[in-house]
């Protein structure tokens, strides 16, 4: 856990007022920046105490901020002063909410509070909370909205037992894990569930627990550790482990167990594959000879897949530089997914860093605050990077270790607390990260007002924005033609900060907004730039080339419509009578024959009655008009007959039926013996003798 417990309440009584002052911005540029405070409950007249907070985030920035509230009642000595607890949600790229309440209001001590968040966006608090009986151990979970449900109860109303040094560690998956400890004889306690099970108490340790922490990696194997007293001249740091479906463990004593041996203190990491490590101080008194205090290590193998057959190592290992003074309380770390730890301890002339690479010891000692009255924590991200905050008697420093760098960044001030001199209290201030190296502190601050008689406390929180934006699906064509629209989309997100974002389409032109939209003049390849940038500078870009080619070339026009020419419906009617040797016309006529039209008729071969063509021009309109008798001959000898022209194989009758302007109509009969002549009919263009089809 990123958290320590030490003997005294964790608060720092200033000699200068509780005035919260964060760094303003940097120079834009890719470093990490602190913004400014961000108030989440303001100042409420209390009996001068500082709201205790937690606060927890995940990898893609969600975070839940835990707090006890104090309210003055008026009485003289603040006895009577109600606690509540509250819980805010502030989802990845958003603000916080406003607070929910989460407890009931009581009365008596303040409530120890913790906080837990799920990959999901689902969140869990722990709190201890006053009853009639005992001081009860409370959870209240939210859904991925961060909406909370009404509290549980995980301990029970049993008298006298009251919980304290409450812990809680939650994984990625949902689970969580609680250390608490109660009683006269100082029982030590764990549970484990998920967020919405139940939380069944098992015994760690029956007597002598002080300070105790607890880490569950994302399997859901969990690891306890706990300072048990089991003489004024013994303390040991004790470990019990239990598999995610496994029963719990045998109580493990990591630190030598004689009297005289001090072990202190105890601060649990573990990397997400189940490695551990605990680190703590120790120092061995009379009846032993005298060995200084010291910060130590011990650590827990996690073999793949068999997470149930690792062990701890009962050999202490040094975390503090040799023959360097530590103190008992103050040692926090860290494990990043490889394996590294990173760690700080509290010497007698400050506040230290040190790393462990793989199997080695640690080393790379840096003084991150020359200060002794110093407390501090520390965070990873699951990019590598690590935070140590460092709280003196005056302010919060921060220093900043990048991923894959061996030591934290120069120190540089977040808050300071001491404006106008006058006292305050200021609770110890919990560090969470998301997965890119941004980090959220929650403060408690207690102001002094009324000379003292009453205070204003407040909770804030300050973050670190170290991550550029990040883009979801963007959306640039890879190709179009000039003169056409174009609709591009970038989305992108930030943790920490408003987001603007700038467009340049490679022909000179820019846009701005997560949607635009652009149209090229010409052909050719334009590298089209998005860039996100955040309210500190951070910035993000992906280009792509879009190819533009020219549009297609229009088509021709259509062909204008062929006039409509106007057509002769007269119709060309016969009738033949046909032997093997001549065939006969019995009838030949023209129907409906309007007036300007000609009617002409041909007869070429054997048995043709006339040689020239012979041709009629109509003035009026003629229903019919018969060419039959000019197919036989008047002979007046002996006596007046008609002979019928007979017609021999092979002759051809031709008939058209012209008009200026109009389409004519032709028929062609070709004489054959024993059968009707052929046909072959069809029309005549407009002011020519060319047959066509009609």
């Given at each position: ?23 303003a911005?940097?120079a ?13 409950d303001p ?29 003055d ?73 961060g ?63 002080y ?13 306890w ?7 004024p ?23 030598r ?13 573990m ?12 120092r ?14 011990n650590?827990?193998?996690a ?59 640690f ?50 001030t ?32 207690a ?47 930030d ?16 846009g ?81 024959v ?89 029309c005549i ?10």
């Open positions: 856990m990123q958290r320590t417990i030490p003997r005294a309440p964790r608060a720092l009584i200033l000699a200068a007022a509780a005035v919260l002052c964060a760094l911005p940097a834009a540029d890719a470093a990490p920046v602190w913004l400014p405070a961000v108030t989440v100042a409420r007249t209390t009996a001068g105490v500082a709201p205790r907070t937690d606060i927890a985030m995940n990898e893609r920035g969600d975070a839940v901020l835990v707090f006890a509230r104090g309210d009642l008026g009485d003289a000595n603040g006895a009577n002063d109600t606690e509540t607890v509250f819980a805010a949600y502030r989802p990845a790229g958003g603000t916080f909410g406003a607070p929910q309440q989460v407890s009931s209001v009581t009365t008596g001590p303040v409530p120890e509070v913790e906080a837990g968040i799920a990959a999901n966006g689902s969140a869990i608090v722990a709190f201890t909370s006053k009853s009639p009986s005992n001081i009860q151990v409370r959870v209240a979970t939210s859904n991925t909205a909406v909370f449900a009404p509290a549980r109860d995980v301990t029970g109303a049993v008298a006298g037992e009251d919980a304290s040094a409450l812990q809680l560690a939650a994984n990625g998956s949902g689970v969580a894990a609680l250390y608490w400890q109660s009683g006269a004889a100082k029982v030590a306690y764990g549970a484990t569930a998920s967020f919405a099970g139940s939380f069944s108490p098992m015994t760690l340790t029956t007597s002598g627990a300070a105790g922490d607890v880490e569950v990696d994302q399997a859901g194997n969990v690891s550790a706990w300072e048990r007293d089991s003489s001249d013994r303390y040991t740091v004790e470990v019990r482990d239990k598999p995610a479906a496994g029963a719990l463990g045998a109580t493990i004593i990591l630190s167990n004689v009297d005289g041996a001090k072990a202190e203190g105890p601060d649990l990491t990397a997400p594959d189940g490695r551990a490590m605990v680190v703590y101080g120790y061995e008194d009379a009846p032993l000879p005298a060995l200084p205090q010291r910060a130590v290590y650590v827990r193998s073999p793949a897949g068999h997470w149930d057959t690792g062990t701890w190592s009962t050999t202490s290992g040094l975390v503090s530089a040799p023959g360097q003074l530590a103190t008992s309380y103050g040692s926090q770390v860290t494990m990043l997914p490889d394996g590294t730890a990173v760690a700080i301890y509290l010497a007698d002339t400050g506040v230290f860093g040190a790393t462990r690479l793989g199997g080695q010891q080393s790379g000692h840096q003084a991150l605050t020359d200060e002794a009255s110093s407390v501090g924590w520390i965070a990873s991200s699951a990019d590598g990077s690590v935070v140590a905050l460092v709280q003196t008697v005056n302010d919060v420093n921060a220093a900043v270790r990048s991923p894959g760098a061996t030591q934290f960044g120069a120190t540089a977040v808050a300071t607390f001491n404006s106008t001199g006058t006292p305050g209290f200021v609770f110890a201030t919990p560090l969470a990260m998301d997965g890119t190296g941004d980090a959220t502190m929650g403060v408690g601050v102001r002094c007002t009324a000379a003292c008689a009453k205070w204003d406390s407040s909770v804030f929180t300050v973050s670190l924005d170290a991550a550029a934006p990040r883009f979801g699906a963007v959306n640039i064509p890879s190709s179009a033609t000039s003169g056409s629209q174009l609709q591009f989309a970038a989305p992108a997100t943790v920490m900060s408003p987001i603007s974002t700038t467009w340049s389409f490679g022909d000179g032109a820019s701005t907004g997560s949607t635009t939209s652009h149209t090229y003049a010409a052909p050719g390849s334009y590298a089209v730039t998005v860039t996100a940038t955040d309210a500190v500078g951070h910035a993000t870009s992906t280009s792509v080339v879009v190819q533009v080619s020219a549009p297609p070339a229009s088509p021709p026009p259509p062909a204008p419509p062929a006039p409509v020419v106007p057509r002769i419906g007269s119709k060309i009617v016969a009738k033949w009578k046909a032997t093997r040797t001549f065939t006969t016309v019995s009838s030949l006529a023209v129907s409906a309007p007036a300007g039209t000609t009617v002409r008729v041909t007869c070429t071969g054997g048995g043709c009655p006339f040689k020239k063509p012979y041709s009629v021009h109509f003035t009026k309109l003629t229903k019919l008009f018969s060419l039959t008798g000019r197919f036989s001959t008047l002979v007046r000898t002996p006596r007046r007959h008609l002979v019928v022209a007979k017609l021999k194989p092979g002759a051809v009758v031709q008939v058209s039926v012209t008009r200026p302007g109009y389409v004519g109509r032709f028929a062609t009969y070709r004489v054959r013996a024993s059968k009707a002549p052929t046909l072959v009919a069809g263009a407009p002011g020519s003798v060319k047959h066509l089809p009609c």
